[in-house]
């Protein structure tokens, strides 16, 4: 925020010096550097050009036996905006070179607290409560789907998979938000939160994206419309597949990456993978969507139209996000990103249940629960493609 925000460093060596004849310790420099001179930083060439950008420059020593050395106090001042703050620790005149060798690591402790005093930052303030009546409201909304699932099953005797697989795509969007809740506390106690919580809410927050995209792609191919059994659809395996590869994406992109102008969990190769998939994903829903219309009924083409606009809305909401957030300013990157997917994700969510349970919804009226006669099925996409011989007597 604006005013005076503190900060503490503390240095220490993983291993012992003192076998390398030195003095007893060693000096660094730290160096503070405004978000608006990050990028001059990183094209200078020399290490004392890169320190003339620092607005902030402290010494920090370095005791050579593995111990912590004295905890180093400062602040940086901000006026006109918030800003975000880049720290480095070098040694310019390489006077340590000698006795520093490669296997030597400098660890570090480094506290920050803001202008109000607490530990969170610009981009994490604000998510508690939010997080947390969000939480309890798609928890109640959960049990009253559930309610509603079963209702249905009682009445039809037969158990709506669209619906189920809904449902599966809220629960593990309530999981993640419940660990985002989780890993809010414990940054607010710690300032550092949890590595693990935060990973599980950005997974589970993929994998509810995900399924929401499947189910939408399987109506886009008529799935509960045209035919009945999604296993007879080959984008069903083949969306395994693409589920598994954005975990091993997500996984490899928060334990490879550390880039230090990362302001968003999505902002590095994995999130511009994710992002690739999710476009071609899209396509392949348009043109399901077009396949469906051209071979469908009046009502069927009048239901598929308006799911497209719903559809197109919703897969190209994340892109979109992340494409917003890349011009957006560095500490407002994160509230775009987690805010934005949340509220997509949630009232997609709420607008497909609405249409898979309300009497007067076109889905209903297009689907085969909406039908009272069933005279004929149309095949599915994979039996459009099997040739039909004539049977002999």
Same mark, same amino acid.
């Given at each position: 925020?604006?005013?005076?925000?503190?900060?503490?460093?503390r240095a220490?060596?993983?291993?012992?010096?003192?076998?390398?004849?030195?003095?007893g310790?060693?000096?660094?420099?730290?160096?503070?550097?405004?978000?608006? %001179?990050?990028? &001059?930083?990183?094209?200078?060439?020399?290490? =004392?050009?890169? +320190? @003339?950008? /620092?607005?902030? $420059? *402290?010494?920090?020593?370095?005791?050579t036996?593995?111990?912590?050395?004295?905890?180093?106090?400062?602040s940086?001042?901000?006026?006109?905006?918030p800003h975000?703050?880049?720290?480095?620790?070098?040694?310019?005149?390489?006077?340590?070179?000698?006795?520093?060798?490669?296997?030597?690591?400098?660890?570090?402790?480094?506290?920050?607290?803001?202008?109000?005093?607490s530990?969170?930052?610009?981009?994490?303030?604000?998510?508690?409560?939010?997080?947390?009546?969000?939480?309890?409201?798609?928890?109640?909304?959960l049990?009253? %789907?559930?309610? &509603?699932?079963?209702?249905i099953?009682?009445? =039809?005797?037969? +158990? @709506?998979? /669209?619906?189920? $697989? *809904?449902?599966?795509?809220?629960?593990?969007?309530?999981?993640?938000?419940?660990?985002e809740f989780?890993?809010?506390?414990?940054?607010?106690?710690?300032?550092?939160?949890s590595?693990?919580?935060?990973?599980?809410?950005?997974?589970?927050?993929?994998f509810?994206?995900?399924?929401?995209?499947?189910?939408?792609?399987?109506?886009?191919?008529?799935?509960?419309?045209t035919?009945?059994d999604?296993?007879?659809?080959?984008?069903?395996?083949?969306?395994?597949?693409?589920?598994?590869?954005?975990l091993?994406?997500?996984?490899?992109?928060?334990?490879?990456?550390?880039?230090?102008?990362k302001?968003?969990?999505?902002?590095?190769?994995?999130?511009?993978?994710?992002?690739?998939?999710?476009?071609?994903?899209?396509?392949?829903?348009?043109?399901?969507?077009?396949?469906?219309?051209s071979?469908?009924?009046?009502?069927?083409?009048?239901?598929?139209?308006?799911?497209?606009?719903?559809?197109?809305?919703?897969?190209?909401?994340?892109?979109?996000l992340v494409?917003?957030?890349?011009?957006?300013?560095?500490?407002?990157?994160?509230?775009?990103?987690?805010?934005g997917?949340?509220?997509?994700?949630t009232?997609?969510?709420t607008?497909?249940?609405?249409?898979?349970?309300?009497?007067?919804s076109d889905?209903?009226?297009?689907?085969?629960?909406?039908?009272?006669?069933?005279l004929?099925?149309?095949?599915?996409?994979?039996?459009?493609?099997?040739?039909?011989?004539?049977?002999?007597?």
């Amino acid at each position: 925020g604006y005013g005076s925000g503190e900060f503490n460093i503390r240095a220490k060596f993983s291993q012992k010096l003192t076998d390398y004849g030195n003095t007893g310790y060693v000096d660094f420099t730290l160096g503070v550097y405004l978000d608006d %001179n990050w990028e &001059k930083v990183k094209k200078a060439t020399s290490c =004392e050009e890169k +320190l @003339d950008q /620092a607005s902030v $420059t *402290l010494t920090v020593t370095v005791p050579t036996n593995g111990e912590w050395g004295q905890v180093v106090r400062g602040s940086v001042v901000q006026t006109q905006r918030p800003h975000v703050w880049f720290f480095s620790i070098s040694d310019c005149k390489k006077n340590n070179q000698a006795y520093v060798n490669a296997a030597t690591k400098l660890n570090y402790e480094l506290r920050l607290t803001n202008t109000d005093g607490s530990e969170f930052s610009v981009e994490e303030r604000g998510f508690f409560i939010p997080l947390l009546t969000l939480t309890i409201i798609l928890t109640v909304f959960l049990f009253f %789907n559930i309610g &509603k699932l079963r209702s249905i099953y009682n009445k =039809e005797d037969e +158990l @709506d998979y /669209a619906y189920l $697989t *809904l449902i599966i795509a809220l629960v593990l969007e309530l999981v993640a938000i419940f660990f985002e809740f989780l890993h809010t506390t414990y940054y607010s106690l710690d300032g550092k939160g949890s590595f693990v919580l935060n990973f599980f809410a950005q997974t589970f927050t993929v994998f509810s994206q995900f399924i929401m995209t499947c189910l939408l792609v399987l109506i886009s191919w008529g799935w509960t419309i045209t035919y009945r059994d999604a296993e007879e659809f080959d984008f069903l395996p083949f969306s395994i597949l693409i589920g598994v590869a954005q975990l091993m994406i997500l996984a490899l992109g928060v334990i490879s990456d550390d880039d230090s102008a990362k302001y968003h969990d999505y902002e590095n190769w994995s999130g511009l993978l994710i992002v690739v998939i999710r476009i071609g994903l899209f396509v392949y829903f348009l043109i399901g969507a077009r396949a469906t219309i051209s071979k469908s009924r009046e009502k069927i083409k009048t239901f598929t139209k308006r799911f497209c606009i719903f559809g197109s809305i919703y897969l190209l909401a994340f892109p979109v996000l992340v494409l917003i957030s890349s011009v957006a300013a560095p500490y407002v990157r994160h509230k775009i990103i987690m805010i934005g997917t949340m509220i997509a994700q949630t009232v997609g969510i709420t607008f497909l249940a609405y249409a898979f349970t309300s009497k007067s919804s076109d889905y209903v009226k297009a689907s085969f629960r909406g039908r009272s006669c069933l005279l004929y099925t149309s095949p599915s996409p994979r039996d459009r493609q099997k040739s039909r011989m004539p049977s002999s007597a």
